[in-house]
């Protein structure tokens, strides 16, 4: 127990479920482990289209798969969460996608009553007062309009890669989304490095967001992102002033496992839940 990495896959389940589905989801992640991201999201489109969407939030890693999914299929779906927060460049790339592509990115609003309600209540700038009112605010404006687009969908594609954050290095290539009603989630470049994106990028002309060029190596919505110092990671800029959290807003993991005080704290409660599991099971 002691050597257990105390930072669980996201998307796994707790106590693992052995049925048909996480067979499926399994088998297709070792298939395509070492595949390149082209082949799985070939099989991908063939597979779901048109109830798949790529998820794009302005991040360079979204932009390359939005490229790739095009070459294969001009049809490909995107969609973007406004959150009513984004910087103005983060539209501009979007006109930009809309030109080069001819894709008409599906964008998902947050409940203007509860937004009201929130901000009435707490002040448009709560996210700098509590970890818990950050996470408010993201729930909000991101993750219950994330839930709504994805129960229309069978599967989605993000642009994770394992070596962007503690958080993000155990994900598949595909997984079950347990906490979207168990569709398929699809990370084509999560063994990507940052180098091997810019190279795509520039290699194929991919258009990218302005603020890249200003210091910026992760996009989120502009009072909660910000440049980052040379030899900072790629989402040191994100929540800058939390220095604890997993920098997740609850779209790619649950909301119930962040702003977690520590690594050593989830691993004491990991070891709980096994000895608690393994007396219930006698
Ligand atoms: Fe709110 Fe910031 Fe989360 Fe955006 S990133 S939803 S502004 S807390």
């Not at 290539?173 to 009603?181: I, N, P, Q, T």
């Not at 909660?224 to 790619?252: F, L, M, N, Y």
Request: proline share 6%.
């Amino acid at each position: 127990m002691a050597d257990r990495d105390p930072v669980q896959p996201i998307h796994q389940p707790v106590l693992p479920v052995f049925d048909e589905e996480e067979i499926w989801v399994e088998r297709a992640a070792e298939r395509f482990e070492d595949a390149a991201a082209e082949e799985l999201l070939a099989w991908a489109l063939e597979r779901f289209h048109p109830r798949l969407a790529i998820s794009a939030a302005g991040g360079v890693d979204g932009m390359v798969l939005v490229d790739m999914a095009w070459r294969l299929n001009p049809d490909v779906r995107v969609f973007t969460l406004d959150t009513g927060r984004l910087p103005p460049e983060t539209y501009e790339l979007f006109e930009k996608v809309r030109e080069r592509y001819g894709i008409a990115v599906e964008f998902e609003y947050p409940e203007t009553d509860t937004v009201s309600a929130m901000v009435t209540e707490h002040g448009p700038n709560l996210m700098y007062n509590s970890v818990d009112l950050r996470l408010r605010c993201c729930e909000v404006r991101k993750v219950e309009p994330l839930k709504r687009k994805l129960s229309t969908l069978d599967a989605w594609i993000a642009g994770l890669r394992r070596e962007q954050w503690r958080s993000r290095k155990n994900i598949a290539k595909v997984e079950l989304d347990r906490d979207h009603g168990g569709i398929v989630k699809l990370n084509p470049v999560a063994d990507w490095t940052l180098d091997r994106v810019w190279e795509y990028v520039h290699e194929h002309e991919v258009p990218y967001h302005p603020l890249f060029d200003q210091g910026y190596t992760s996009i989120g919505c502009a009072p909660c992102t910000r440049p980052v110092a040379r030899g900072e990671s790629e989402r040191a800029g994100r929540w800058w002033w939390e220095q604890e959290t997993d920098k997740e807003c609850g779209i790619h993991c649950s909301v119930a496992l962040l702003g977690s005080p520590s690594d050593t704290e989830r691993a004491v409660d990991t070891e709980r839940r096994d000895r608690e599991r393994e007396e219930a099971a006698g």
